[in-house]
């Protein structure tokens, strides 16, 4: 049988690179990165916030059913010139070339960032301990421009369902580390999102029968402040990890 064809968008990031290793044997991968690599005919360079290169991509892939969309300026201190130009342009132009090609799902790389104002306000973001329980009915609260593009992305991807009916699931993603170590920082204990966990989370988000849908994606951090029961009831995730009880392997 053959395999789903599956488009990274970002693949040589941090995100990007853990999901490629894991979804290789199951997926027919194709990516797409605006950092140049080795030459590929399955991976394109490509500066998302250009229609015609995005579009160039998603022609030159056919059949194309899946997309996981990690790409964009990836930093939580980002200027508004730049997430308005990678982050909601490109996540745009992401969306329409899907469109035009007929994928059938997306799996959007949101952020905590939508309401990382609720752990606190300038001076003292982020600091705030112990919040209480967020969820995704709470309303927006970005704790910058970046925060802000991330909350347009998911408003695009729900357009997108609506009007198009492209499946979208979106993924509030905590705190991925290269080394897969929160004890290199206090937030990460309850932001926290593991390897392990977060190729659960984009598995199940692939194979959900939810059509859209807007979900936490961190670990079981005893101290986690962000609630996942409705990625436990509709994609079936059940994090295995715990930032409290993280062993070194």
């Given at each position: 049988?053959?395999?789903?064809?599956?488009?990274?968008?970002?693949?040589?990031?941090?995100?990007?690179?853990?999901?490629w290793a894991n979804l290789e044997n199951d997926f027919d991968l194709?990516?797409?990165?605006?950092?140049?690599?080795?030459?590929?005919?399955?991976?394109?360079?490509?500066d998302i916030s250009k229609t015609e290169q995005v579009q160039?991509?998603?022609?030159?892939i056919s059949s194309l059913t899946y997309v996981i969309h990690l790409a964009g300026d990836p930093r939580a201190d980002a200027d508004w010139d730049s997430v308005l130009l990678n982050n909601i342009g490109g996540t745009k132009n992401i969306y329409e070339a899907a469109r035009l090609a007929n994928v059938k799902r997306?799996?959007?790389a949101s952020s905590n960032h939508v309401t990382g104002a609720y752990e606190g306000l300038p001076?003292?973001?982020?600091?705030?301990?112990?919040?209480?329980?967020?969820?995704?009915?709470?309303?927006?609260?970005?704790?910058?421009?970046?925060?802000?593009?991330?909350?347009?992305?998911?408003?695009?991807a729900r357009m997108y369902f609506e009007v198009y009916g492209i499946e979208s699931i979106c993924l509030r993603i905590g705190s991925v580390i290269r080394e897969d170590d929160p004890g290199i920082n206090p937030?990460?204990?309850?932001?926290?999102?593991?390897?392990?966990?977060?190729?659960?989370?984009v598995r199940?988000?692939?194979?959900?029968?939810?059509?859209?849908?807007?979900?936490?994606?961190?670990?079981?951090?005893?101290?986690?402040?962000?609630?996942?029961?409705?990625?436990?009831?509709?994609?079936?995730?059940?994090?295995?990890d715990d930032a409290s009880k993280r062993k070194k392997i």
């Open positions: 049988m053959t395999p789903p064809k599956l488009l990274i968008t970002g693949c040589r990031g941090l995100v990007g690179r853990i999901l194709y990516g797409l990165d605006i950092s140049p690599g080795e030459p590929s005919n399955k991976v394109f360079q490509t160039a991509v998603f022609q030159r997306i799996v959007f001076p003292g973001l982020h600091l705030r301990q112990n919040p209480e329980k967020i969820t995704v009915d709470d309303p927006i609260r970005p704790d910058g421009f970046y925060g802000v593009s991330k909350a347009a992305g998911e408003a695009i937030r990460f204990g309850s932001t926290w999102l593991s390897h392990r966990d977060l190729i659960q989370l199940k988000s692939l194979s959900t029968e939810a059509s859209f849908g807007i979900y936490y994606g961190v670990s079981n951090n005893a101290k986690r402040f962000w609630d996942i029961s409705n990625a436990e009831a509709e994609l079936g995730y059940h994090p295995e």
